[in-house]
């Protein structure tokens, strides 16, 4: 959910600001390499050969899928992924089981307590492990991680971008925010795509 929404006639404006902040060059190459994708959701076929395509970063990362049609309660019930669901929610799941430790792999929502999509919240919450400031930092790497992957599939990452509130506060503290997660997947070795990309596959999907 957007907190503070951006008309889109503001929206270019808004991005150059963010841009304009961005003085290490990794840091900017990665958010001009999100702001180049689209802004908007995919629909229809072109989401389900992106599915498809977090489907196959889920494999090449060991990641456990649910069969199609098993309808978990939790996106990772701490055995496998819901993989019925958006592609943006499957990576950004997959960036969690990356960030997590072998423990928490283990535990329904890797023990971060409920997510958006979570339907048992009270089990969900009772796993969880971390106190909030740490479960706060691991969401936020876990977002800009998936984010950096849709961008690399050219997936709508913009999109996940605004979603996730990226731009929230963007005269005060969004800059340092981005800056400061992507400097910690940076220090962790994960700020690059580290997957293969089936090219093919993301042109027809694009």
């Not at 792999?105 to 796993?127: H, K, S, Y």
């Not at 950096?148 to 925010?177: C, I, K, T, Y």
């Amino acid at each position: 959910m957007i907190l503070t929404p951006i008309p889109r006639d503001q929206l270019d404006a808004a991005l150059d600001r963010f841009a304009a902040q961005l003085d290490d060059p990794a840091t900017y190459a990665a958010f001009v390499r999100i702001r180049a994708t689209a802004p908007e959701r995919a629909s229809g076929e072109i989401a389900e050969r992106h599915r498809k395509q977090a489907i196959a970063v889920a494999g090449h990362f060991g990641v456990p899928v649910h069969p199609p049609g098993t309808h978990p309660p939790f996106n990772w019930d701490g055995d496998a992924l819901d993989g019925d669901t958006e592609a943006y929610v499957i990576l950004h799941e997959i960036a969690h089981f990356v960030l997590a430790p072998p423990e928490r792999r283990r535990l329904i929502d890797f023990g971060l307590g409920p997510g958006p999509d979570t339907r048992e919240r009270i089990v969900a919450e009772r796993a969880a492990v971390l106190p909030l400031p740490e479960r706060e930092a691991d969401e936020a790497e876990a977002s800009l991680l998936g984010i950096l992957w849709e961008a690399a599939l050219g997936q709508p990452a913009l999109a996940s971008f605004l979603d996730q509130n990226w731009l929230e506060g963007l005269e005060r503290s969004a800059v340092r925010h981005f800056s400061d997660v992507f400097g910690r997947l940076q220090r962790r070795g994960l700020a690059e795509a580290a997957f293969p990309v089936d090219r093919t596959s993301q042109r027809a999907a694009l």
